[in-house]
């Protein structure tokens, strides 16, 4: 028996413009296999082992897409913990740790990082067994990837001596070496792929935290302290929680424990770090090339061309990726792609909404898709779940018309108090008080237009909310 413990607070800016800040690659389904995100699949993956419902370590700003996967995946979890501010893999077990014991329990824990990819379960699962002795043994143990080629984007781990009940000794961690010391690794045979994947006992973790980065452990328990619950969430403070040194539990206590362990895990893996990888880890045509959506191909090899939303066309190209998104498109050499994070850091510093959002946005009562703006006015499509409602709000800058598309509306706009159907309409003026909610039980699709001087989402002061939003 284990516990799982799922890292999904990650950005996945390499991945843009697919992967964006407010919906980055662990909600995305990437691997080509057209069987849920890759948190959903992480989670699967587990499916027929022995252990208990999961923590999942993720972003504040990301809670409800975190909840609605686990819903719609018909997945329980005993603690969704949001962390305010990005603090690395440390902090991150760290918390999962002290909660999983907080009633006097002390589990295994299995850390997985909610965006990988692994091809091979059973394989995955006969390491998990080796893993589990040696955790039960007191090792921290993680697991190493069996490398297929010189890879320069991976730290590496290298294996001492082999151990009693399986799994090797740690002789060292090493950094993302340059392209000859890669391949002399590759040939020496006893490197391993550094996965991120670990395995220990919670109080071992902890004490080893204790012995090794107090300052870590001090942070993580002042901020769990003030933590407030709240339905499935964990909120932890940010006053305290920001404080904490940012580091990786690989620099902080894998590279100085005497009780580390590596498992060598040979199970198709990928981190999916990029889009030579996602090339790379899903299916390929005759050509080479990995084609999704609306794509028409002549003369092209060796390329990943995604649709999203219109016809892509390629002709005579070779080693391309191209992805097309509602608001941008990415043409790159498939062996540039690990520069994708700079394009994002110039959008960033350009102040482009464009590295942060997409045109379609989630709330936790559905989404919304812009679907066209420009000077005053924009217009919205509007899905709210059934049983959901937005808050009770209003906007000092802008009017709003609601146009029924299928569904069932409740709208408050002031003393009123109506029920929309298909076809309806409704004017919510400027600087009154509206809600709108679906009683039904399907879903509520609407178009929405605004109109004023100012349509930023900022513009809303809410009165009552059922999320518990400021």
């Known amino acids: 028996m284990f516990t799982p413990v799922i890292l999904a607070g990650g950005s996945g800016s390499r991945l843009w413009p697919l992967s964006r800040q407010g919906f980055p690659k662990q909600f995305l389904a990437l691997d080509g296999q057209g069987m849920g995100s890759m948190l959903q699949?992480?989670?699967?993956?587990?499916?027929?082992?022995?252990?208990?419902?999961?923590?999942?370590v993720g972003n504040e700003q990301h809670r409800f897409v975190v909840a609605e996967q686990l819903r719609e995946a018909g997945r329980n979890c005993r603690r969704i913990i949001l962390e305010p501010v990005v603090r690395n893999t440390a902090p991150a077990i760290a918390l999962a740790a002290l909660e999983a014991g907080r009633d006097g329990d002390d589990p295994i824990l299995l850390v997985l990082p909610a965006d990988h990819h692994i091809a091979d379960d059973a394989a995955f699962r006969e390491a998990l067994l080796v893993a589990g002795r040696q955790a039960h043994a007191g090792r921290l143990v993680t697991f190493g990837i069996?490398?297929?080629?010189?890879?320069?984007?991976?730290?590496?781990?290298?294996?001492?001596?082999?151990?009693?009940?399986?799994?090797?000794?740690?002789?060292?961690?090493?950094?993302?070496?340059?392209?000859?010391?890669?391949?002399q690794y590759l040939q020496a045979g006893n490197y391993l792929w550094n996965s991120g994947i670990f395995m220990f006992r919670a109080s071992l973790l902890l004490a080893e935290l204790e012995c090794l980065r107090p300052d870590i452990l001090a942070s993580c328990r002042a901020a769990l302290e003030h933590a407030e619950a709240d339905r499935d969430f964990?909120?932890?403070?940010?006053?305290?929680?920001?404080?904490?040194?940012?580091?990786?539990?690989?620099?902080?206590?894998?590279?100085?424990?005497?009780?580390g362990l590596v498992v060598p895990l040979d199970a198709g893996w990928s981190d999916l770090g990029s889009w030579a990888a996602i090339w790379d880890a899903g299916p390929r045509d005759a050509e080479g090339n990995?084609?999704?959506?609306?794509?028409?191909?002549?003369?092209?090899?060796?390329?990943?061309?995604?649709?999203r939303h219109r016809l892509v066309a390629t002709l005579g190209v070779e080693d391309l990726v191209v992805i097309e998104t509602k608001d941008?498109?990415?043409?790159?050499?498939?062996?540039?792609?690990?520069?994708?994070?700079?394009?994002?850091?110039?959008?960033?510093?350009?102040q482009r909404s464009e590295y942060a959002e997409s045109p379609l946005v989630n709330r936790p009562w559905g989404h919304y898709d812009t679907v066209d703006?420009?000077?005053?006015?924009q217009v919205k499509r509007i899905r709210v779940m059934p049983g959901e409602s937005l808050s009770l709000q209003l906007h000092y800058h802008r009017a709003e018309h609601w146009i029924v598309v299928s569904g069932t509306a409740r709208v408050v706009c002031?003393?009123?108090?109506?029920?929309?159907?298909?076809?309806q309409s409704t004017y919510i003026p400027l600087g009154v008080r509206h809600s709108l909610s679906n009683p039904g039980k399907v879903p509520l699709e609407l178009i929405e237009v605004q109109s004023g001087s100012y349509l930023g989402e900022d513009d809303i002061l809410r009165f009552e909310d059922h999320y518990g939003r400021v």
């Open 146 to 183: 069996t490398p297929t080629h010189a890879e320069t984007g991976f730290g590496y781990i290298q294996c001492g001596d082999e151990a009693a009940a399986g799994g090797f000794d740690i002789a060292a961690f090493k950094e993302k070496p340059a392209a000859d010391l890669a391949e």
């Open 373 to 377: 703006k420009g000077d005053r006015y």
């Open 414 to 423: 002031g003393d009123q108090e109506l029920v929309l159907s298909e076809n």
């Open 41 to 56: 699949r992480t989670l699967a993956r587990l499916d027929g082992l022995e252990h208990a419902d999961p923590l999942v």
């Open 234 to 259: 964990l909120h932890i403070p940010a006053e305290q929680f920001a404080l904490c040194a940012s580091e990786s539990v690989d620099y902080a206590v894998m590279e100085h424990t005497a009780l």
């Open 328 to 350: 941008a498109v990415l043409v790159a050499h498939r062996e540039r792609t690990q520069q994708v994070k700079e394009i994002v850091e110039r959008l960033q510093a350009a």
């Open 290 to 307: 990995r084609l999704e959506g609306d794509v028409l191909s002549i003369a092209t090899c060796n390329s990943l061309v995604q649709a």
